[in-house]
C-alpha cells in the first residue's frame, strides 16, 4: 500500500494493546507517531519501542504530561503531528487515534476510502453557538472565560475562577478571523490542512488563546481547520458513543456484532481486557465490500435504547443502583392493577367470583393489619413476599411494587378499606393514586357492613364506626385530589346497590377487555335486611353516617345479572 494515510497515536496506558494497534498500522503500511504521556515510565516508555524496534516507520513524539481538558494534550498532538508532516513526506491523510482506539477494518480500506476524498477533511466542527449535546458543563463561556486550573486537579479552585468570572462579567476577545467550533478529538485531516494549522504565522497568537480555554483539544483543531480546509465533512471517522452524562461507553467482547455492523473504520474506547475484539479485528480479512462506507447509524438504536433504560429505567423496576427520584420515575409500578373498597363487604365470596369471571390473580386485604391476605391465602408469595405484617409494613410502597414487578404479565387486584395499614397519612394510598397503572374503585360506607353484621355492644360499634368513617373520609379527599392519575371511581354503598350491573360491566371492559361477552350471574350480595334501621340506630347514639348516601329502611335484595366481556 502507498504510505499515504499516516497515523499519530496518543498512549498512556495499556501500551501493550497500543502497541498491537501500532504494529497493525505499521504492517499495513502507514507510519505510525506515537507520543507517550510523560507520566508514564521509563521503563515501560522502553518495552512499548522495543516491542514496536523492528518497524522503522514507528517513530516518537516529544513527550507531554497530558491532563484531561487543558492545553496540553493539544501539545501532544501538535509534537505527533510535526513529526509525522517531516518524517513521511509522502503521507497524504492523518488519522488521530489514541491507545484505546481500535481499527475495525484493513487499513487499505480505509487509505483506499480517503484516497477517493483526496481533498476532505473528516473533522467534527459544530459552531459554538449551536451545540446541544453539552451535559453538566460549560459551552460558550468556555471560550469567555479564562480556565488556569485543571479541573480533575484542582475542581475547587476551577469552581471558584468560574464563579467569580460569572460575576465579574469576564468576556475574553478572540483572536482575529476565528470562530469557535468544538467536535470530537478524534479527527482525520489532510496534509495540507494539518501543514496549514501548524506553521500559521498566527500560531503564537492562537495558542495564547488556547492555552486557557476549557477542553481546547475539543476546539483547537475543530476551530482553526474552518480557516484553511478546502471541504470539511463534519463527522469523525472514529466511532464513539456517549452516555447520557457525556462520558464515552466502553467497549467490552460482546460488542463485536454490533462494532462489525456498524461498518466503521476505528471505533474507541476498548476495553484493554477485551481480548476476543483484539483477536478478531486485527486479523480480520478483506471485507466483502471494502469500498463500503460506515454506517454507525446501524447502532445507534441500541445505545439510544441502553441510555433511555439506564436514565429511565424499566417501569415498576425499583433497585440500589438507580433508586428514581419522588415523582421522577420511569412508572411506579411494571404492571396494572385494580384495588377494590368495599366490594367484599357487600358481595359473598366477591374474591373467588371475580378470579374465575375476570381470569385474574384477586388477593384478599393484601394490608390487612394481621397480615398480607394473598390469593389462596399463600405465606409466600411471588418474589418471596412474606404475609407478615411487620415485614410488609417496613415499607408497604415497596411491598406493593416488588408483588407488581414480580407477577409481571398477570392482572393482580387486592382489597383496600379504611382499616387497613396505608402508612402514615394513608401514603400508599398517595402513592396508588398517583400511579397511572392503578384502578381505583370504592363502594363508600361499605365498610358498615361487617359492623352490622358482627353485632354486640352497640356504643363500641359506634365508636368504631366513627373512626373508619373518619379514615375513609381522609382516603376519599386523596382520591378526588387533583394530582390523581389513577382510575378512580367512587359510589356511595346506596348508589352501587340501586344498579350494581352498570359499574361492574364498565369494571369488567377494563379489567378483562378480550374476554368473550356472554351473561354472567353476579355475586350474591350479603343480607342487608335491617341495615337502614341499623344506620337510624347510629345516628340515634350520636353519629352522622353519611358516606353510606341515601340509605333506604328497607333496601332490595333482588336478583341481577350482567352482561360481561
Known amino acids: 500500500m502507498s504510505a499515504r494515510l499516516g497515523c499519530i497515536m496518543l498512549v498512556h496506558t495499556a501500551l501493550d494493546r497500543a502497541a498491537q494497534v501500532a504494529r497493525f498500522w505499521a504492517e499495513a503500511g502507514s507510519p505510525v507517531v506515537i507520543h507517550v504521556d510523560a ?30 481538558g487543558t492545553w496540553s494534550l493539544v501539545a501532544a498532538m501538535q509534537a505527533a503531528s510535526t513529526e509525522m508532516l517531516r518524517a513521511f513526506p509522502d503521507v497524504q491523510h492523518v488519522f488521530a487515534a489514541s491507545g484505546a482506539c ?28 449551536d451545540v446541544n449535546w453539552t451535559k453538566g458543563g460549560l459551552s460558550d463561556e468556555r471560550f469567555a ?27 475574553r476577545d478572540l483572536p482575529d478571523g476565528i470562530e469557535p467550533h468544538i467536535g470530537s478529538q478524534w479527527w482525520c485531516l489532510t496534509r ?8 500559521d504565522p498566527s500560531r503564537p497568537v492562537f495558542e495564547r488563546y488556547f492555552r486557557r480555554v ?30 447520557h452524562q457525556g462520558r464515552p461507553h466502553v467497549f467490552y467482547d460482546d460488542h463485536l456484532q454490533l462494532l462489525r455492523r456498524s461498518g466503521c473504520f476505528v471505533a474507541r474506547k476498548i476495553w484493554p481486557g477485551a481480548g476476543r475484539l483484539y483477536e478478531h479485528f486485527l486479523t480480520a480479512p478483506a471485507s466483502e465490500d471494502p469500498e463500503a462506507e460506515p454506517q454507525p ?6 445505545f439510544a435504547r441502553a441510555t433511555l433504560q439506564r436514565v429511565r429505567g424499566r417501569p415498576g423496576l425499583y433497585m440500589a443502583s438507580r433508586f428514581p427520584a419522588k415523582d421522577r420515575e420511569n412508572g411506579k409500578t411494571a404492571e396494572p392493577y385494580s384495588v377494590f373498597q368495599g366490594f367484599s363487604e357487600v358481595f359473598q365470596d366477591f374474591e373467588g367470583w371475580l378470579a374465575a369471571v375476570a381470569k385474574c390473580r384477586v388477593h384478599g386485604h393484601l394490608f390487612a393489619p394481621h397480615k398480607a391476605e394473598f390469593s389462596g391465602r399463600e405465606k409466600v408469595f411471588a418474589g418471596g413476599l412474606s404475609d407478615k405484617a411487620s415485614l410488609r409494613d417496613y415499607n408497604p410502597r415497596a411491598f406493593l411494587t416488588n408483588l407488581l414487578w414480580a407477577t409481571r404479565g398477570e392482572r393482580q387486584c387486592f382489597q383496600l378499606g379504611p382499616a387497613d395499614n396505608t402508612g402514615a397519612k394513608h401514603e400508599l394510598l398517595w402513592f396508588m393514586a398517583t400511579d397511572s397503572n392503578a384502578q381505583i374503585s370504592v ?30 373520609t381522609e382516603m376519599l379527599e386523596i382520591l378526588r385530589s387533583p394530582w390523581v392519575r389513577a382510575r378512580i371511581r367512587i359510589w356511595t354503598l346506596a348508589e352501587f346497590l340501586e344498579n350494581p350491573t352498570e359499574p361492574l360491566h364498565t369494571l369488567f371492559d377494563e379489567i378483562a377487555p378480550h374476554q368473550q361477552a356472554r351473561m354472567i350471574r353476579i355475586p350474591e350480595r350479603v343480607d342487608l335486611s335491617g341495615f337502614g334501621a341499623f344506620l337510624q340506630e347510629l345516628r340515634n347514639r350520636g353519629m352522622q353516617p353519611v358516606l353510606m348516601g341515601d340509605f333506604p329502611m328497607n333496601p332490595s335484595g333482588s336478583d341481577l345479572s350482567i352482561k360481561v366481556k
Open 102 to 129: 481500535l481499527p475495525l477494518r484493513p487499513v487499505a480500506e480505509l487509505a483506499g476510502w480517503l484516497a477517493r476524498h483526496p481533498d476532505t477533511d473528516f473533522i467534527e466542527s459544530v459552531n459554538v453557538a
Open 192 to 199: 495540507e490542512t494539518l501543514g496549514a494549522i501548524l506553521n
Open 443 to 472: 363502594i363508600s360506607g361499605a365498610w358498615a357492613v361487617p359492623l352490622y353484621h358482627a353485632g354486640g355492644d352497640m356504643a363500641a360499634i359506634r365508636r368504631e364506626a366513627a373512626r373508619l368513617q373518619r379514615i375513609e
Open 145 to 171: 472565560f479564562h480556565f488556569p486550573f485543571a479541573y480533575k486537579r484542582h475542581k475547587w479552585l476551577f469552581d471558584r475562577a468560574v464563579d467569580l468570572q460569572r460575576r465579574m462579567g469576564v468576556r
Open 39 to 68: 507520566r508514564v515510565g521509563r521503563a515501560e516508555n522502553q518495552r512499548l519501542a522495543d516491542a514496536l524496534r523492528d518497524f522503522p516507520q514507528v517513530r516518537f513524539s516529544t513527550r507531554y504530561r497530558c491532563e484531561w
Open 297 to 302: 447509524s446501524r447502532i445507534d438504536r441500541h
Open 214 to 243: 476549557w477542553i481546547p483539544d475539543e476546539s483547537y483543531f475543530q476551530t482553526l481547520a474552518r480557516l484553511y480546509a478546502r471541504k470539511i465533512e463534519s463527522r469523525s471517522l472514529t466511532l464513539g458513543k456517549f452516555d
